[in-house]
Structures are given as structure tokens and as C-alpha cells.
């Protein structure tokens, strides 16, 4: 448990209480040793994810399991956004829900790159003055080209020789 590269956590049903954690559920959130120990579920969420998390913990107290992602916040206030997975399990005649947390705050900053990335991409293809296609190229059986398709055109490459992207 004190492996996992997250965050790894047991509360008690129905109080919701932490019971069990690894040392980066301290570590990651800014909390010393212990600080975090009988901490209520929500303590860890901001108030627009509260309705996310009375979900999530109905779901996985019908149905055994749920993953999502949601900001937890650090001892500071700093908004993290995680990965969440619980699992319900009954041990000694009690309910509990366990799961573990990974930071995806570096996948989401690689998200957004990639979302902004793409939108200058399209941007530049669209508004460009020069006509662009994309083509894929037909092999016969023996792998030898024989002819082309058109994918993709630009807005340009439509205009200068009338073949429109619907068409392509």
C-alpha cells in the first residue's frame, strides 16, 4: 500500500470517515503524519464536486465499484485533480469504501497542450492561402501503387480546383 505511485484510502460506511490511508494521501495533499485520520469524504472536495461524490459513493455502495475524476484539494487550498477509483467491501460485519487516487494533473496539462496544439493546427489548415489535400495511396495485392485517394482538403485546395471536402 505504501508502493502505490498514489494515493490509497478506507472509509467507513455510512459516516464516510477516513480509517486507513497511505503515507502519500498525507504526502501529496500538504497533510503531516496522521493529520488526515477520521477526515469526512467531502473535507477533501471543493463545493462544485460535492454532487459528483455523493454519486460516486452511491454508485459504488450499489453496484461495488466506480472510477471518476475530481478535484481533491491540498491542506493549502490547492485544487488537484485526481483519478478515483472505490470499491465497497464488507469485512468484521462492517461496510467500507476503499480505493486509490492518482494525480493527473500532468495528463491534463498534456490534455490541454494537445487540445491547444490541435486547434492552431486546424486553424492554420483552414485559413490557409494554399491548398492542401491529404491523400492516401491505393496498393494492389502485391503492395505496388496504383492509385490515390483524396481524404481531406482544405478550404484553399477546394477553391482553387473545386473538389470540396464532402466530396473528397
Known sequence: IEN??????????????LTKWNVNHESLLGYAPGEIEGRHIMDWHPPENMDLVRQAVDTVMKEGFVSIEATLL???????PFLLTGVRFNALGKTYLMGIG??????????SALRESEDKFRSLYHEMTEGVAVHEIVRDDAGHPTDYRILDVNPSFAFYTGIQPAAA
Open 4 to 17: 502505490l505511485p498514489g494515493i490509497f484510502y478506507v472509509y467507513t460506511y455510512p459516516e464516510l470517515r
Open 74 to 80: 491540498s491542506k493549502e487550498g490547492k485544487a488537484i
Open 102 to 111: 492518482l494525480d493527473i494533473a500532468e495528463r491534463k496539462r498534456t490534455e
